[in-house]
């Protein structure tokens, strides 16, 4: 990392999501001290409306195993409506669950994923119209891009976007917290697609439901790893006065 410890504007912007790993495990003792780190983190009246459902070893494996056997039926869901037809038939594939991942996008925002999506397949090298490069890149995800520990964050139902909110105060200091010690991670709204498969490996109550995961674990030396998303000016964000 190339940043000084007490340089805070260098060490937040020198993080990037990690989307290659080695297969080095992370000691629990790591993982246990990242979320320490996490719970440092504001929250709506102290409640804390979050869980974490820590995948490693033979759990993490399963759920790949899992993920991407689905994924496998969603890509026929994607090939037209005989695709749609198996898929349904082999009930199998289609998301149980974050159906906003299936969604388009709102024109709002539509540029911003589109430019996201042209920078990062320019960079690993993949053809914006190859659509079996893209598919075989997106389904890493499911491999948690080879990260031996995947979090899966979970929020309380009743505070609705506070819950999330909480979460992504407690997810940013905890993946700030792994980039201090050398750890690589990448927020994936794509494992939130299958909340049942997760249930069935913890004990989760219904009050709670799965926002997204995050794989964990060291980068890779990987091009991959360099991809560096752009990043909006504040201009581009904050609204202007009205006179
Ligand atoms: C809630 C959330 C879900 C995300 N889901 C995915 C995902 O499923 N797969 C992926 O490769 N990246 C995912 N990302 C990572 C974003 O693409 C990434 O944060 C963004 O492009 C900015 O890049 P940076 O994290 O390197 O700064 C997700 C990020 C967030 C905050």
Known sequence: MDFESNDF??????RRSTRDFLPTPVPDEIIEGIIADGLTSPSWSNTRPIRVAVA????????SKEFLSRWEGIKGAREGIFGKIKAVVKRKGLPTSNWIITRPYHKDLIERTKNQGRDFFSHIGVDREDKK????SWARNYDFFGAPV?????????????????AGLFMQNLILSAHSRGLGTCPQGAVAVWEDAVR???E????????????????????INSFEANRPKPSEIIFPEKY
């Open 9 to 14: 504007q260098a060490f937040v912007s020198s």
């Open 204 to 223: 989760i109550s219904k009050n709670y439901s799965l926002l997204c995961g995050i794989c964990l674990g060291y980068p890779s030396g990987e091009k």
């Open 133 to 136: 490069a893209r598919d075989e």
């Open 56 to 63: 490693k070893g033979d759990v993490r494996d399963r759920l």
């Open 150 to 166: 995947e979090l899966f964050i979970f929020t309380h139902r009743s505070l609705g976007k506070y819950s999330a909110s909480d």
């Open 200 to 202: 069935k490996e913890f």
